[in-house]
């Protein structure tokens, strides 16, 4: 009965466990571009900030977020107010002005600013070769995401020239992605 119980309780738990983006980091995922180009999908975070832990939570554990993340790009998590070193386009950057002993707010990436990254969270787009695409601000639910990760994915957004163009395709967008 007790191995019973085990199986069960194990089935259960299984799918909530496969249920996760695969991050990495920006260094890992340039490199990975290198033997096969895929675009980058970027999850630019603070410790402090409540509505990234919301994505995290709400949007970042949906299947079908993590399935199509998985699938279509490679996801990077990033402190924006770490301390990791990144090496991008033959530059390095970093935080040289983080305090470890500070609580809430810290100082800013460079690589964060240098992406201009205005509010937290923020989800960071890049092309195939590591080129910046857009960063996308703000809170998203699994429906409000999945119009970027298809449009990006697809290419769609290098036909959006104007704000008309972009106000037809969101709503001409058929969402498949689920609650």
Not at 17 to 26: F, G, L, R
Request: glycine share 4%; with cysteine.
């Amino acid at each position: 009965m007790k191995n019973l119980l085990f199986l069960i309780g194990f089935l259960f738990v299984l799918p909530i466990q496969a249920q996760e983006i695969k991050w990495m980091s920006m260094n890992e995922a340039l490199a990975a571009q290198k033997k096969t180009p895929k675009k980058i999908f970027m999850d630019a975070y603070t410790d402090w900030c409540g509505p990234c832990k919301l994505l995290d939570k709400r949007t970042f554990h949906n299947k079908d977020v993590v399935d199509y993340v998985n699938t279509h790009y490679y996801p990077v998590k990033f402190n924006a107010e770490g301390t990791e070193e990144i090496r991008y386009n033959d530059f390095t950057y970093t935080n040289p002005n983080h305090n470890p002993d500070r609580k809430g707010r810290n100082s800013q990436h460079f690589f964060a600013n240098a992406l201009k990254i205005s509010g937290y969270p923020s989800i960071v787009f890049f092309d195939e070769k590591g080129s910046l695409i857009a960063p996308v601000v703000g809170f998203k639910t699994p429906q409000q995401l999945e119009i970027y990760l298809k449009m990006i994915h697809s290419n769609d957004y290098k036909k959006l020239t104007s704000a008309d163009a972009w106000k037809q395709y969101e709503q001409s967008f058929v969402s498949t992605f689920s609650n």
